[in-house]
Every structure is written in structure tokens, then in C-alpha cells.
């Protein structure tokens, strides 16, 4: 075939086009292969790159798999993005003799330095391509690209714009590229959709979740934060970092590329007081002084001490409801809000507060306190009532009394029915200003039972108070609902009977809430150690999965390749893949501020 010079001249100026191309995008730092082929059909999508050992020396991240490179289609001047999925590197000496080791082994193990110039070959996947003459958007790599194309270190502009990873205001963190520079970024609409993230302990999922919460108070103003704090790792997070920490001043600087300087928060707590507790710690002082005092000493003097030990300085104030805490860099105040249940309140909600109560139980309850409600002023009443013979003319079956008796017992054990403290209503709380509300149920010294019940019940009343803000059209701010060690509140059905009507009654409620969540503009943060100990509804409904290091066969199970779990489960504190179906490629891998910019502190050590 003879070709014309007109053709050899096109495609000349096409090469020489893709160049100025690729220098304008990115750093060239190879080509496509000439003589291996490049395959694209129903099974195949790769490239074979080839780089020169100066080249590849040069760069300390080549020879890892993952790392994005981009090449510039010599017949199309498009952008493609690829992945490096392998490599092929061989000593020059390979090229001389066979693998015997007879004949390969260098008998005087002297070192050869030379014979380490040859080329390596990097096999890369094909992900998206963007025209960039004419600006367009990204689309699959659907071509084969022509051997002799221009291969790149793409800028991080570039490959954000080709793998549309910023997507909103909420910045997760950066791709886990050699640059550290582009971000991965979220709508705050996606929140409606709900977020799962797993990870075992100290992989960096507390963190994470602080800095999720640290973004929304920068950029959302229309976005309100409730934490079911029963970990202890969130009431705290009102107070500075420990800048004296190296890897918190490290962790603080990439917070501030992916938003800006953060000074201090203000922070609602939602504090549960059991007759017990003000017993205990404010002689049975029930002013909101001396609860807010007892909490300030109790659990925020330890770590103000331990700050001051490594030499910061602060202005405290504590006064009724409200402890300010500041220097020249932060400044913060927190708000205690003093709860427990008020019998009169809660009387025809009595049938669902406790979550062990089974559905013939539920049921009576509902009908007894429809019928005799004004006859029971207190918890006790209802006791009495239920141990009487005239419950018995209401044609209660026996075990369904049984039940009702244990599980109005359970309540009164809490010590949270008409403490007698001064408190703010629900609804009140949720509607004030309080951007960031945190549930302290590990400081409470409450039981397994009563953290549950208390949960359900903020969980019952936020969706009530939802449900009629939308029905009158009066929804002008998102929920964001945090649970951490969420299989603690939703464990999967395993268990007793009475375990059995615990999961059933709140993995109906939490579906409902969040298969409803979006219109009401309701979104769940979840996070757990392991899914297979979680309720399979919440794995199911949240569209956003976020996976720090964890076992191999976990990893796979929600999506992730062999190749890339195993890696994983070896990678260190912070790096996670983000699996979304908002993302171009349905998941990649990042990294994320940690420690977090809040107060990130374990009183164990504090002390």
C-alpha cells in the first residue's frame, strides 16, 4: 500500500498537535506502545504504555498500581484517563541469557547498574474521555488508542473534570494520587441518600465523620447535624485540636486546602438526667447550673487540663445551660439541654417507646391509654394498674400482660420519668438556631436498654416533627442524622424473641425513615466495624458507601475487586474507597483529614 504524502503530513500535524496537547494538561512522561498491541473488545480495555528507566526512576510513585495517567489520542486529540493496573519491568541481562539459573546468576554477584535501562511496560485501564478542544463533558473510553499517543502525569484539573469527582460543596478529602491535590467532593443533596462507612477500629472512621461534620458547619447553612453520640467520641468536639500533635497540624492543613481555617463551633448537647445521676453528682440539685457544672467538671475539665499541660491557655465560662471556651485561635460555646421523659408527655406514646414490647402488647397499651388514660398520672399508675384483676376484664392473654409488666419495669429502672428538672421541648431545640446537636448517651452512665429506648424516641419524634413540617410545606432546612457504631441501635436478626421484636419494630422504622428521608430531607450517616453485624436494610438504602481498612472478604462482598480489598486491608489510618452512584466510575479511592479539625480526644488518656 502506498500511502500519499498529504495523508503522512495529516497525520505528522495530528501527532504534533496531540504533543501540544498533552504539555498543556500534564507532564509527558511516556507513550503507547508501538510494538505490543493495544486490544479493545467485549473483554478487553488496556493500554500498554512504555517509559524509559530514567523516567521512571524519576518519579518515586510509578511502580504502584492505582495511580491515574492520561494519554492524548493521536487520531481524535482526545483525553483519555487510564489507571495503572500493572506493570512489566526486566533486567536488559534478561534480554542475553534464558531463566535458567545456571546460566542468569551473575557468578561474581557484582552489581550491574547498567542493565537496569530498560524500558518498562505499564498495562492501564481505559476510564473516561473528554474532548477537550471542544470542551465537552466526560463519556466512557469507548476507543482504541493509537500506539505513539503522548501518555501524561494528568494536572489534578483535569482529572477532576475527567472523573467529575467534585461534584458539590462537601469535600470528603483527596484522591489518592501522588499530588494530593484533587478533591473528591459531594453535593450536600446526596446526604437525602444516606452515607454508610466501615472500617475497623482506628482506621480513621470517627475521623472521618468529624470532618464531615466540620464541613457542613463551614458550607451548609441549611443543614442541621444530630449525633447519637454513644461512643463518647463526639460531646467533646466543641474543643480545639492538639495543635502540639504533628499529625494533627498535618491533618489541619489539608482540611484548610479542601475548605479554609476552621476557629471554633457552637454545639447543642442534649444531655439524658436519671434521678440517679443528679443523686450522684449535684446532690439532687436540680438547677441548671449545677447539672451544667457537674457536666463541665465531669467531663470537659479532664480534657482542658490535659490541654493546659501541653500549654494552652483558655477563658472558661460556665454559666446556666452554657460553657464558652476560647483563646486567641478558638473560640466555642456549648449548650445543655437537660432530658428525660415527662409521663404526661409521652402517656399515648407510651405503646412505642419501648421496643420490646411486642405487637399484642404494643396493641393493648395503645387501646388501655386511649380508654383509661386519664386514670394514670405517672409510670407507677400504669404499673399498678397492670398488676391489678380488672386488667384481666380486658381480655389480655397472659404472656402479652407478662410482657407489658417487664417492659413498663424496664422503663421505670431508666430513672428518666419525671426527674423534675427545668427542660427545653424537643421541638424547640431542634428549631432553634443549634446547627450541630449532639445526643450524650455515654456520659449519661445509662444502660444498653436505656440508650436504645432514648434513641428510638429521638428517632419517632424527628420524623413526626418532619412529617408535618413537609405536609405543611414548611421544610426549609436538611436533617442529617449521625449514628456511629450503628449495629449497637440496628443490629441484624439475631437474637431472642424479645431481641427478634426489637429489630423488627426499629428496622421498620429506620426503612421507613430512610426510604422517606429524601422528600423530608432527612439523610443517615451510619458507621460500623463490620455490615454483616448491621441491619442488611441499612447496607441496602444507603446509596454512599465509604470503606477504610477492613477484612479483605468484607470489602469484596460490598464491591471492591480482590486486588483492590487485599490492598486495603493494609493501607493506613485515613485512606478509604468512596463507592457511590454518583461517581463516573462507581467508586476510587481517597484520602481524608486524620485527625480530624474538632476536638478529637479519649478521656482514658486525657486524664
Known sequence: MILSEDFISSVKDRMEKAKALAITLGTIIGRVAKYIPNRIDEENNIVNVILDAQTYYKYPFLGRIGILLGAIDIKTLYFILLRVVGYERSDVSSLLFSDSPLLSVNETNDEEPGSLVSNVVIKCEMLTKINVLESTEPEAADIIIEPQSPVILPN????????????????????????????????????NYHMLILGTTGAGKTSFVKDLIAGIYKVAEDTKVFVFDATGDYYHIFLPPDKSNKLVN???????????????????????????????????????????????????????????????????????????????????????????????????????????????????????????????????????????????????????????????????????????????PLKKILYDSNKLLVLDLYNSELDDFSQKII???????????????MKKGALKDRLVLIIDEAHKFFPSGK????????????????????????????????????????????????????????????????????????????????????????LREGKIKIRVPVPPPLGHYDLSKAG
Open 495 to 582: 437474637g431472642s424473641e424479645e431481641d427478634a421484636n426489637y429489630v423488627k419494630r426499629v428496622a421498620g422504622k429506620i426503612s421507613t425513615m430512610m426510604r422517606l428521608g429524601r422528600r423530608r430531607r432527612v439523610g443517615f450517616i451510619f458507621s460500623t466495624h463490620n455490615p454483616n453485624d448491621l441491619s442488611d436494610i441499612i447496607v441496602q438504602l444507603a446509596n454512599t458507601k465509604v470503606i477504610f481498612r477492613i477484612k479483605p472478604e468484607v470489602a469484596e462482598n460490598l464491591g471492591l475487586s480482590r486486588s483492590d480489598a487485599k490492598i486495603l486491608s493494609w493501607e493506613k489510618n485515613g485512606v478509604a474507597y468512596l463507592l457511590s452512584p454518583w
Open 455 to 469: 434513641s428510638y424516641y429521638f428517632l419517632d419524634k424527628i420524623f413526626e416533627l418532619r412529617e408535618l413540617d
Open 250 to 424: 498535618e491533618s489541619l492543613s489539608m482540611f484548610e486546602n479542601l475548605y479554609s481555617k476552621i476557629n471554633g463551633i457552637k454545639l447543642g448537647i442534649i444531655y439524658p438526667v436519671s434521678k440517679k445521676w443528679l443523686k450522684k453528682y449535684t446532690d439532687g440539685k436540680k438547677d441548671l447550673l449545677s447539672i451544667t457544672s457537674s457536666y463541665y467538671k465531669l467531663y470537659v475539665e479532664p480534657i482542658i487540663n490535659y490541654l493546659k499541660r501541653k500549654g494552652f491557655n483558655f477563658y472558661i465560662s460556665v454559666n446556666p445551660g452554657n460553657i464558652v471556651i476560647s483563646n486567641s485561635e478558638w473560640k466555642a460555646e456549648t449548650y445543655i439541654f437537660p432530658f428525660y421523659f415527662r409521663f404526661n408527655d409521652v402517656k399515648k406514646l407510651i405503646h412505642r417507646l419501648n421496643p420490646y414490647f411486642s405487637e399484642q402488647a404494643t396493641q393493648f397499651l395503645k387501646i388501655l391509654i386511649k380508654k383509661k388514660g386519664s386514670e394514670f398520672n405517672s409510670l407507677d399508675d400504669l404499673i399498678e394498674a397492670m398488676n391489678t384483676d380488672d386488667i384481666e376484664k380486658l381480655s389480655i392473654h397472659k404472656s402479652t400482660k407478662e410482657n407489658i409488666i417487664r417492659g413498663l419495669y424496664l422503663l421505670k429502672e431508666t430513672g428518666l420519668f419525671d426527674v423534675g428538672v427545668k427542660k427545653e
Open 156 to 191: 489534578p484539573d483535569i482529572i477532576e473534570r475527567a472523573l467529575d469527582t467534585n461534584r458539590g460543596l462537601l469535600r470528603l478529602g483527596f484522591l489518592d494520587s501522588p499530588e494530593n491535590k484533587i478533591k473528591v467532593s459531594i453535593s450536600l443533596d446526596d446526604l
